[in-house]
């Protein structure tokens, strides 16, 4: 092997140890390996470990929900940050009539995958239920069924808060 081959995967193998390159996953193993993200979205340090990942995955969305979008397989925490921004609009507009139709379409989108993992129970069943309309339609569908969720949207305000203390 040459020399600088080696020097090569010492300086790779250097880098990830002191964290000096972004993950893109969960490492290997995780309960939610399969999920990804967009490096140039989420500049998450090789070093940190899997529950630091998380929370700052969830930072990220809810400081820009767009992000959201840029998960694969999002794990049920990030989607509970999303369902969080998501019921925080419904909440100031007039309920499903002024949903956040961007972001209840990312949370679909996500769904589209049979390895995103369930964040709230019947979620999968109620976006299911919706497969064969139009976009707009299954959107107006999701907006309905999370605007009549109220109380599970409480409990998770009040941890992404908790979070950020």
């Known amino acids: 092997m040459p020399l600088l081959d080696v020097l090569s995967t010492l300086l790779s193998r250097a880098s990830r140890a002191l964290g000096l390159e972004s993950l893109d996953a969960f490492p290997p193993g995780h309960q939610y390996a ?26 990220a969305i809810a400081n820009t ?5 840029q998960i694969e397989h999002p794990t049920p925490r ?3 940050t999303l369902l969080g921004v998501i019921h925080a ?15 209840v379409a990312m949370l679909l ?6 390895y995103t ?12 239920s919706t497969r ?16 009549d969720m109220p109380a599970a949207f409480d409990v998770i305000e009040n941890g992404v808060s908790a979070a950020r203390r």
């Open 78 to 80: 990030m989607q509970r």
């Open 65 to 69: 929900p767009s992000a959201f979008a």
């Open 132 to 147: 064969d309309y139009d976009p707009s339609m299954r959107v107006a569908h999701l907006a309905a069924f999370l605007a």
């Open 117 to 128: 993992p369930e964040a709230l129970p019947g979620l999968r069943a109620a976006i299911a």
């Open 34 to 59: 399969r999920t990804r993200w967009d490096k140039a979205w989420f500049d998450i340090p090789s070093d940190l470990k899997p529950d630091a990942i998380e929370s700052a995955m969830c930072e």
């Open 109 to 114: 989108d996500a769904y589209d995958s049979p």
């Open 89 to 103: 609009r419904l909440r100031r507009g007039s309920g499903a009539q002024a949903a956040p139709t961007d972001l």
